[in-house]
Nanobody, 120 residues
Framework: QVQVVESGGDLVQPGGSLRLSCRAS????????MGWYRQAPGKQREFIAI???????NYTDSVKGRFTISRDNAKNTVYLQMNSLKPEDTAVYFC??????????????WGQGTQVTVSS
């Protein structure tokens, strides 16, 4: 089994910055992709950013130039540096991890989420 735990959510003023962290632990052969999603009240969960084991990154248009995703492979950890935060960034942020088992199976795992609130 794999556990995914996010941290770093907080209340921040518009224009401020936060860094979210997400660590995967458990029975992991290889992590192929790690990503961030968010869900605002009354809205569907949306894609924010991903990073693959080849360090390919992709972002949704609304965060390009403001958010940066990175990973520490030795720690099975992914980060999301968020700058120039806006009230519309307020949401619960979820981490997603695509894990390949030693037998070749691939499974998605989600964390419980961390709350980011951008407000003055």
């Amino acid at each position: 089994q794999v556990q995914v735990v996010e941290s770093g959510g907080d209340l921040v003023q518009p224009g401020g910055s936060l860094r979210l962290s997400c660590r995967a632990s458990g029975t992991i052969f290889r992590i192929q992709r790690m990503g961030w999603y968010r869900q605002a009240p009354g809205k569907q969960r949306e894609f924010i950013a991903i990073i693959t084991n080849a360090d390919y990154t992709n972002y949704t248009d609304s965060v390009k130039g403001r958010f940066t995703i990175s990973r520490d492979n030795a720690k099975n950890t992914v980060y999301l540096q968020m700058n120039s935060l806006k009230p519309e960034d307020t949401a619960v942020y979820f981490c997603n991890v695509l894990v390949r088992s030693i037998g070749g199976n691939r499974n998605d795992y989600w964390g419980q989420g961390t709350q980011v609130t951008v407000s003055s």
